[in-house]
């Protein structure tokens, strides 16, 4: 596709609940990020991908949170036992990311999570 | 680690005047610098970058930025600020030395433009 394609654009969930959130990169891209963002306000990191490397998991909150990749494309970010604390929107980068490191990373639209 | 800051959560800024928002970065060797904006209930989009040469940079919208290694600045800057302007802007660094390394965002800045 043309750009990074985020889905659902909005969730609904009851506290308690697994969500999955799903990231389709732009075609060719190695690199893909997912990052949180609470009412409007700073980026948290949550994981990094990089081509076939261990992904960068170190910004995950807590072990009710993961993330995979597969075949080096879609991610899915799933989110065990869901806590109102969860509410933000999720959102998916990625980047053309070869030994330089020169490219900038494009934003899909996100997903809006809401716990309830 | 890498590191971002913006320090300031807000600026405020007339219409027609010209505009800075802050961004100072920390990273092992040489930085590869961005700024990205958020338009409400929108993605990020990317406006400019810094990846070598000349230390002023200009992107998208009239914005420019310059890279000033020794005081390991990058602040986005634009002549005459339009109530369009109006957004979230995000400041980011890579680390050159590290071309594997993740894309680390500073905090935010929100730019708010009156008439």
């Known amino acids: 596709g043309a750009g990074v394609s985020q889905s659902p654009s909005n969730k609904v969930t009851e506290k308690g609940k697994d969500v999955e959130l799903r990231c389709d990169p732009i075609?060719?891209?190695?690199?893909l990020y997912w990052y949180r963002q609470s009412l409007g306000q700073g980026l948290e990191f949550l994981i990094y991908?990089?081509?076939?490397?261990?992904?960068?998991k170190s910004g995950l909150p807590s072990d009710r949170f993961s993330a995979e990749r597969t075949g080096g494309s879609v991610s899915t970010l799933t989110i065990q036992r869901t806590q109102q604390e969860d509410s933000a929107v999720y959102l998916c980068?990625?980047?053309?990311?070869?030994?330089?490191?020169?490219?900038?990373?494009?934003f899909g639209q996100g997903t809006r999570l809401t716990v309830v | 680690a890498q590191s971002v800051a913006q320090p300031e959560d807000q600026v405020n800024v007339a219409e027609g005047n010209p505009l800075t928002v802050k961004c100072t970065y920390s990273?092992?060797?040489?930085?590869?610098l961005f700024w990205y904006v958020q338009y409400p209930n929108r993605g990020l989009q990317f406006l400019l970058k810094?990846?070598?040469?000349?230390?002023l940079v200009k992107g998208s919208y009239g914005f420019e930025a310059e890279f000033n290694k020794s005081q390991t600045s990058f602040h986005l800057k634009k002549p005459s600020a339009l109530v369009s302007d109006s957004a979230l802007y995000f400041c980011?660094?890579?680390?050159?030395?590290?071309?594997?390394?993740?894309?680390?965002f500073g905090g935010g800045t929100r730019l708010m433009v009156k008439p």
């Open positions: 075609s060719g891209h190695t690199a």
């Open positions: 980011a660094v890579r680390s050159i030395n590290n071309a594997g390394n993740m894309l680390t």
């Open positions: 990273v092992s060797g040489n930085p590869y």
């Open positions: 991908f990089q081509g076939n490397s261990a992904p960068d």
């Open positions: 810094y990846i070598t040469g000349d230390n």
């Open positions: 980068a990625s980047s053309l990311q070869g030994a330089t490191g020169r490219t900038e990373a494009f």
